[in-house]
Structures are given as structure tokens and as C-alpha cells.
């Protein structure tokens, strides 16, 4: 069993695939084993994930993030930065590590600095995905603590940009 305590129904964050909620666990027998497997389901993926509790922790899953927390992500994207000079490939493999730590001030880096390019039109398509995954990664744990629309949430942000 897990040190965490989730309950049935609690939106959760799985670094890689980002919020899902518990729909419950379930108990498999393997090779005469029994497992206890927490079920997450992810709606915009369509996408199911079974975890075996005891390996929750290390796989990075966590509860939403407190609020204060959130303001400090969203913070983030208020912040200055110069231009990174390393090769675009070196950026991108960065910036997907960021986007699959899970961490909402990480992602929010991501989408600060990829943002600045939103109105180049030289920007790649590789950014623009990045940027796409950054910020939806982003929305949807800020809709799910703040208990708005995905859609509210990308249009909060967006504003926040604007404004830095």
C-alpha cells in the first residue's frame, strides 16, 4: 500500500499523462499474487491507467496541486527570461522532461518561454506542439483546482501572458 491516501472520485496528477481521476482500485491475482491496482481514468486521452498502489509514489502520482501552488505556477508566467541560445533540440528534450515531471511551475516555464513565440511566425512546428502539450497540461490542473472549464483556464492564462 502507497503512503497516499487517495479517495474514489479525487482528480489525481500522473507526471506523465497529467490530471485523471480515481475511479477506484481493483485487485488482480498475478502468478499467484494479489495486486491492488489503482484505476485513473484520463477523459481527454480516452484513456485508462492501472497503477499498482505500492508503486504510486515512485511513479510520481500526487494529489491536484493547492491553490497557493497554482498562483505560484501562474506567477511564473509573469516572469521575465532571456532567450536560451542551446540548439532546438537540446530545448525541446528540456522542455518535454519539464512538461513530464508533472510539476505546474516546470510546465509553466515551458509555456513562458514557448509563449514569446506565439506571434513569430517563423516559430517550428515542433514548438508549437510543446506549447500545445505545455499549456494543456497546465489548464487542465488549474480547471480541475480552481473548478472551472479547461477552456477558462487556457483564456486565464493566456491573459496572464499577455499581460507579462
Known amino acids: 500500500m502507497s503512503d497516499f491516501k487517495f479517495t474514489t472520485g479525487d482528480f489525481v496528477v500522473y507526471p506523465a499523462h497529467g490530471v485523471g481521476k480515481l475511479v477506484g482500485s481493483e485487485t488482480h491475482e498475478i502468478s499467484g499474487h494479489k495486486l491492488e491496482l489503482l484505476v485513473i481514468n484520463f477523459d481527454k486521452e480516452r484513456m485508462t491507467l492501472r497503477l499498482p498502489s505500492h508503486k504510486a509514489k515512485a511513479a510520481g502520482l500526487r494529489p491536484l496541486s493547492s491553490e497557493d501552488a497554482m498562483q505560484s505556477a501562474l506567477h511564473t508566467l509573469t516572469v521575465k527570461t532571456k532567450q536560451k541560445r542551446a540548439m532546438w533540440s537540446r530545448r525541446a528534450q528540456e522542455y518535454e522532461t519539464k512538461i513530464n515531471s508533472g510539476d505546474p511551475k516546470s510546465i509553466a516555464e515551458v509555456v513562458r518561454e514557448l509563449y514569446r513565440a506565439q506571434s ?30 479547461e477552456t477558462a483556464a487556457v483564456v486565464k492564462m493566456e491573459k496572464i501572458l499577455e499581460a507579462a
Open 120 to 149: 513569430d511566425s517563423d516559430q517550428s512546428y515542433s514548438e508549437r506542439q510543446i506549447y500545445q502539450a505545455a499549456m494543456e497540461r497546465l489548464a487542465r490542473e488549474l480547471a480541475a483546482v480552481e473548478s472551472i472549464e
